[in-house]
């Protein structure tokens, strides 16, 4: 199963991905929680990415590209793998075109998940992410049991630094004109699936199930 989540900045791709991956047992290749995990280790392609990210401006696509390539030529992305947040260019989608035609391969679905500008604001105003293990929360409707700490790992729970009114604002604007013309291209291959994502996380969760039991 190769299946690809796309959305704009706060729909919920990481929380459906995330369920996705743990039901699925599938690798998990998300561009975002890379650079976050690269910056956090302090390793440069993380501080240099971050300098973007902040923001709201999107990485080179020569890096962000170089970093996909990477994670699919180790042997665990050979028969399936979820990605969350690449592509999202043009130069993006046809570099993994040439990547997934060396393995021989090709997506199986591309799920587009909606959702209104006042709910991405909120969602993101109200997040909370856990530096260690990247787990999501969201102050009123995925709760943290203690305030500020994980409930997974018990590492410290923080608001992404992209998550200001500004950048969420930067982010919206090029998830318009550099990531929404994907779409009519998955969408030509027939295997777009669009899903309401303003929904509770469950029937978001199930609306991806009934495609995913089909592929
Ligand atoms: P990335 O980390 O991918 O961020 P994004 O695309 O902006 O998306 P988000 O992670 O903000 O939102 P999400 O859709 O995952 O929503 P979530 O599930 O968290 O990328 C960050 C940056 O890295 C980019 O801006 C760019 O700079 C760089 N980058 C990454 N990939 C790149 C690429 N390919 N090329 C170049 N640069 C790249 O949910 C949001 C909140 O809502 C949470 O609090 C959650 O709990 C809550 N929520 C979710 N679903 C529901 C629901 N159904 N009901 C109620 N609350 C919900
Ligand atoms: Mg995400």
Same mark, same amino acid.
């Given at each position: 199963?190769?299946?690809?989540?796309?959305?704009?900045?706060?729909?919920?791709?990481?929380?459906?991905?995330?369920?996705?991956?743990?039901?699925?047992?599938?690798?998990?290749?998300?561009?975002?929680?890379?650079?976050?995990?690269?910056?956090?280790?302090?390793?440069?392609?993380?501080?240099?990415?971050?300098?973007?990210?902040? $923001?709201?401006? %999107?990485?080179?696509?020569?890096?962000?590209?170089?970093? &996909?390539?990477?994670? =699919? @030529?180790? !042997? /665990?992305?050979?028969?399936?793998?979820?990605?969350?947040?690449?592509?999202?260019?043009?130069?993006?989608?046809?570099?993994? $075109?040439?990547? %997934?035609?060396?393995?021989?391969?090709?997506?199986?679905? &591309?799920?587009?998940? =909606? @959702?209104? !500008? /006042?709910?991405?604001?909120?969602?993101?105003?109200?997040?909370?992410?856990?530096?260690?293990?990247?787990?999501?929360?969201?102050?009123?409707?995925?709760?943290?049991?203690?305030?500020?700490?994980?409930? &997974?790992?018990?590492?410290?729970?923080?608001?992404?630094?992209?998550?200001?009114?500004?950048?969420?604002?930067?982010?919206?604007?090029?998830?318009?004109?550099?990531?929404?013309?994907?779409?009519?291209?998955?969408?030509?291959?027939?295997?777009?699936?669009?899903?309401?994502?303003?929904?509770?996380?469950?029937?978001?969760?199930?609306?991806?199930?009934?495609?995913?039991?089909?592929?």
């Amino acid at each position: 199963m190769k299946i690809l989540m796309m959305g704009p900045p706060g729909a919920g791709k990481g929380s459906q991905s995330a369920k996705v991956v743990e039901h699925y047992e599938l690798p998990s290749i998300s561009t975002g929680q890379m650079f976050r995990d690269a910056y956090n280790n302090n390793d440069p392609i993380g501080i240099e990415a971050m300098k973007y990210i902040k $923001d709201g401006n %999107l990485v080179s696509d020569d890096i962000t590209n170089e970093i &996909v390539r990477l994670r =699919l @030529s180790k !042997n /665990d992305t050979e028969n399936s793998f979820l990605l969350d947040g690449y592509p999202r260019t043009v130069a993006q989608a046809a570099a993994l $075109d040439v990547m %997934l035609d060396e393995m021989g391969t090709e997506l199986d679905a &591309v799920f587009n998940i =909606l @959702s209104s !500008n /006042d709910v991405l604001f909120e969602r993101m105003e109200q997040r909370r992410v856990c530096k260690s293990c990247d787990t999501t929360y969201h102050l009123k409707f995925k709760i943290p049991k203690i305030d500020g700490i994980c409930d &997974v790992c018990g590492g410290v729970l923080y608001q992404r630094p992209d998550d200001t009114l500004e950048s969420v604002k930067r982010r919206l604007e090029i998830y318009e004109t550099k990531t929404r013309p994907l779409l009519d291209y998955y969408e030509k291959k027939g295997i777009l699936f669009h899903i309401n994502g303003m929904q509770p996380f469950d029937n978001v969760y199930n609306d991806i199930e009934l495609v995913l039991r089909d592929i």
